[in-house]
């Protein structure tokens, strides 16, 4: 009986793909030829605006670029500019410009009349507004407002710390004044 010897390292090479999961990039552009459809993936999760998620892409792969030789593991590729997308989202959110200014005009007036229908068609907008919010905001709303609950209890209702209550709350509330139906029965 025979038994094959192998003779040479060839005969022993795997492909690279059963050996390593990840790939090794000579150089930069190569990695963002590679990863830039699954990278613009990531980004455009981000950002509600696909040339938003683009600029943002950008940002983080020149953040990435600059690192670039610094980064050793090629493996953590992938991590570092996620890393990259989200720290960059971040900044540029905590940077967005609020305007505020002073007015003459109240921008809430007070609502008054005793009219049942004006009542009415005001309760029915204020649902329809509510409805149009998403989910988790609409759940906080109506649990702080309709159910009268403290911050402190919609947060152990859902799970969720007060902070996150509170935000998710002025966004919405925010989202309601801005209601286009609101503002025609106000």
Same mark, same amino acid.
């Given at each position: 009986?025979?038994?094959?010897?192998?003779?040479?390292?060839? @005969?022993?090479?795997?492909?690279?793909? /059963?050996?390593?999961?990840?790939?090794?990039?000579?150089?930069? &552009?190569?990695?963002?030829?590679?990863? /830039?459809?699954?990278?613009?993936?990531?980004?455009?999760?981000?950002?509600?605006?696909?040339?938003?998620? $683009? @600029?943002?892409?950008?940002?983080?792969?020149? =953040?990435?670029?600059?690192?670039?030789?610094?980064? $050793?593991?090629?493996?953590?590729?992938?991590?570092?500019?996620?890393?990259?997308?989200?720290?960059?989202?971040?900044? /540029?959110?905590?940077?967005?410009?609020?305007?505020?200014?002073?007015?003459? $005009?109240? %921008? #809430? %007036?007070?609502?008054?009349?005793?009219?049942?229908?004006?009542?009415?068609?005001?309760? !029915?907008?204020?649902?329809?507004?509510?409805?149009?919010?998403?989910?988790? /905001?609409?759940?906080?709303?109506?649990?702080?407002?309709?159910? !009268?609950? &403290?911050?402190?209890?919609?947060?152990?209702?859902?799970?969720? &710390?007060?902070?996150?209550?509170? &935000?998710?709350?002025?966004?919405?509330?925010? =989202?309601?004044? #801005?209601?286009? $139906?609101?503002?025609?029965?106000?």
């Amino acid at each position: 009986m025979t038994t094959s010897v192998c003779t040479s390292a060839l @005969d022993l090479a795997v492909p690279a793909r /059963q050996t390593r999961p990840y790939a090794t990039y000579p150089s930069f &552009s190569s990695y963002v030829k590679a990863r /830039q459809p699954v990278l613009l993936r990531t980004a455009r999760s981000l950002t509600a605006n696909p040339c938003d998620a $683009e @600029d943002l892409l950008q940002t983080a792969l020149t =953040k990435t670029y600059v690192a670039w030789e610094r980064i $050793e593991d090629h493996r953590a590729l992938d991590g570092y500019v996620r890393r990259a997308l989200l720290n960059t989202r971040t900044s /540029q959110w905590r940077k967005r410009k609020v305007d505020e200014f002073a007015t003459d $005009e109240i %921008p #809430e %007036p007070e609502l008054g009349g005793d009219d049942p229908a004006e009542q009415q068609a005001l309760h !029915d907008a204020m649902w329809r507004a509510i409805m149009k919010l998403p989910a988790r /905001q609409r759940a906080m709303v109506v649990l702080r407002y309709y159910e !009268d609950l &403290s911050e402190v209890q919609t947060a152990e209702v859902l799970g969720v &710390s007060v902070g996150t209550v509170k &935000s998710a709350v002025s966004r919405a509330l925010g =989202k309601l004044r #801005e209601d286009p $139906e609101l503002g025609l029965v106000r």
